[in-house]
């Protein structure tokens, strides 16, 4: 499965739920997640989508850390499998 494919769900599923699944992207900023998923109640986490077996680059993985020092709730996905219960936590916290 292709990471547009996982992308995809991930905005269908967030849509289904009331929610968006936004393109994040920063210029002059490298390295950010791919999606800042808004669900109802003032729910955000950011996302990092990825092929499945893929790993975050150095640099995203900086990004994700300092988005988690910020306070925000930061996921990988690399699998369809995973959507669901992320956008479980995400509504959890």
């Known amino acids: 499965m292709r990471e547009s494919e996982i992308e995809s769900r991930l905005r269908a599923e967030a849509k289904r739920m009331g929610g968006m699944a936004v393109k994040f992207t920063s ?17 955000i986490a950011f996302v990092e989508l990825k092929a499945p077996g893929k790993k975050p680059r150095p640099l995203q993985v900086k990004r994700m850390r300092q988005l988690k020092c910020l306070g925000f709730p930061v996921f990988v996905i690399d699998g369809v499998e995973q959507i669901g219960g992320v956008l479980d936590e995400i509504c959890a916290t």
């Open 27 to 43: 210029p002059g900023l490298d390295g950010v997640p791919d999606r800042i998923v808004l669900l109802p109640g003032r729910k």
